[in-house]
């Protein structure tokens, strides 16, 4: 890996590496062992969306690989003040040994990869959140043992975490179903991509309408915000259309006995999910949050080590 922008650009290999290390890192800090891996490296955080799970995780996991994170918003640099993004990447390059980047378009965040002489690594786009999938696959390796054979149901928008989810899960021979609102379906090129796997790894995908066609025997269910960050002003009619995609406990019923319930958080109780699911003793979701660092350690100490 040079760069790490979406989890289709991955081989299986490539993810299989970064869950061992992971796992093994994270073992070891419980254990007091510390990873001085990146001891006198920098990476520099852009966000132009701001973020209370992809900051903290990232610093923190930085200073406990030995190295600095530098935080940089977009009042900070002039990328804020329309530089071009090819000059950021090759400045940053001469100053930094990695960059994330947390943004909007995904576009731009390839446009800096392909200038940038240092690793760039994906925080978020409004496309992609290929970081939030690896530490939930790697939730469910932990929970389950295994990936490829189970099921995931993802409910709800077919927004960039559902995009992430589909291209980590058919790379990996873990069925998905993804069940949207009739307007709100998951990328289209993502869904080609993710089929385009599936038929090299075994994994079925299935795109539907129905929460209960998806849920129906799953070892793990999903869920995510209705209302994104930029979509405050559709917060009323979101809320309308998607009413009937609540997990709540007689979807959640629907999935095997001992299925997990997962959510990249922030959640909103009483709407995309209630407190009985995401408070109750199937939730992973702490579990989840605590893996976004691990998996992201990982993913740092391979690209910047």
Request: charged share 25%; glycine share 6%.
């Amino acid at each position: 890996m040079k760069h790490f922008l979406s989890v289709y650009d991955l081989s299986p290999r490539d993810v299989d590496e970064i869950f061992q290390l992971a796992a093994k890192m994270k073992k070891e800090l419980k254990e007091g062992v510390k990873h001085p891996l990146l001891s006198g490296k920098v990476l520099a955080m852009i966000f132009t969306k701001p973020s209370t799970r992809t900051r903290v995780s990232f610093e923190v996991g930085m200073h406990q690989l030995g190295g600095h994170a530098l935080f940089l918003n977009s009042n900070d640099i002039q990328l804020g003040r329309g530089e071009p993004i090819s000059d950021t990447a090759k400045v940053l390059s001469r100053y930094v040994d990695g960059i994330m980047i947390r943004t909007f378009k995904q576009s731009d965040v390839e446009e800096l990869a392909k200038y940038s002489s240092v690793p760039v690594i994906n925080g978020l786009t409004d496309l992609m959140h290929p970081c939030q999938a690896m530490a939930d696959l790697f939730t469910v390796l932990e929970y389950k043992g295994k990936l490829k054979g189970l099921k995931m149901a993802y409910v709800g928008d077919g927004n960039n975490v559902a995009n992430s989810l589909l291209h980590a899960c058919a790379k990996v021979g873990m069925d998905i179903a993804v069940a949207t609102p009739p307007g709100f379906e998951c990328d289209e090129k993502i869904a080609a991509e993710a089929k385009s796997d599936a038929e090299k790894s075994g994994a079925r995908i299935t795109i539907t309408h129905n929460p209960e066609e998806a849920v129906d025997n799953a070892d793990v269910v999903y869920t995510d915000t209705w209302v994104s960050m930029g979509q405050e002003a559709e917060k009323e009619k979101r809320v309308a259309i998607f009413k009937d995609y609540q997990v709540n406990e007689r979807l959640f019923s629907l999935a095997k006995e001992d299925a997990i319930f997962l959510h990249c958080l922030p959640a909103y109780r009483g709407y995309e999910v209630t407190g009985e699911v995401i408070d109750g003793p199937r939730s992973a979701v702490i579990d989840e949050a605590e893996n976004r660092m691990h998996v992201q350690k990982a993913i740092m100490a391979i690209l910047m080590g």
